[in-house]
């Protein structure tokens, strides 16, 4: 994924939280909609999605994928001048109902994943 102008720890962090998503890149989703964010089909906002399979958004590339990821932080409007670290960042995708699980052991498993990999 092209860094976006974050810093590093955010960029590791989107990294950490597709190797989460993904179940280590293993996930059927992963493998059959190149999807590596459990992104659903967006209805409003700007999408790289090239359709609905299985009730999530499809992608032609998972670089695609990446970079949907990003268009859903500008549509959510992600003030990377002031969250700079893994937990606000979850905090953040929280408040944005990114995901449903319970906002601590989503921390926590991210925060395992980030450490695993040495993104620190």
Same mark, same amino acid.
């Not at 958004?57 to 409007?77: G, H, M």
């Not at 002031?82 to 109902?97: E, G």
């Given at each position: 994924m092209r *860094? &976006?102008? $974050?810093?590093?720890?955010i960029?590791n962090?989107?990294a950490?939280?597709?190797?989460?998503? =993904?179940?280590? %890149?293993?996930? &059927?989703l %992963?493998?059959?909609? *190149?999807?590596l964010?459990?992104?659903?089909?967006?209805r409003? @906002?700007? =999408? =790289?999605?090239?359709?609905?399979?299985n009730g999530?958004a499809?992608?032609? =590339? @998972?670089?695609?994928? /990446?970079?949907? %990821? /990003?268009l859903?932080?500008v549509?959510? &409007?992600?003030p990377?001048?002031?969250i700079?670290? #893994?937990?606000d960042?979850?905090n953040?995708?929280k408040d944005k109902?990114y995901?449903?699980?319970? #906002?601590?052991?989503? @921390?926590?498993n991210?925060q395992?994943?980030?450490?695993? $990999?040495?993104?620190t």
């Amino acid at each position: 994924m092209r *860094n &976006k102008g $974050y810093n590093n720890e955010i960029s590791n962090t989107i990294a950490a939280v597709a190797v989460y998503e =993904t179940g280590g %890149f293993t996930s &059927k989703l %992963f493998n059959e909609n *190149n999807n590596l964010f459990g992104m659903k089909q967006p209805r409003v @906002r700007q =999408t =790289t999605s090239i359709g609905e399979k299985n009730g999530y958004a499809s992608f032609e =590339t @998972r670089a695609d994928s /990446c970079e949907d %990821f /990003c268009l859903w932080l500008v549509y959510n &409007k992600f003030p990377e001048d002031s969250i700079t670290n #893994l937990v606000d960042f979850v905090n953040f995708m929280k408040d944005k109902k990114y995901f449903e699980q319970d #906002l601590t052991i989503y @921390r926590n498993n991210v925060q395992g994943i980030y450490k695993m $990999y040495s993104m620190t």
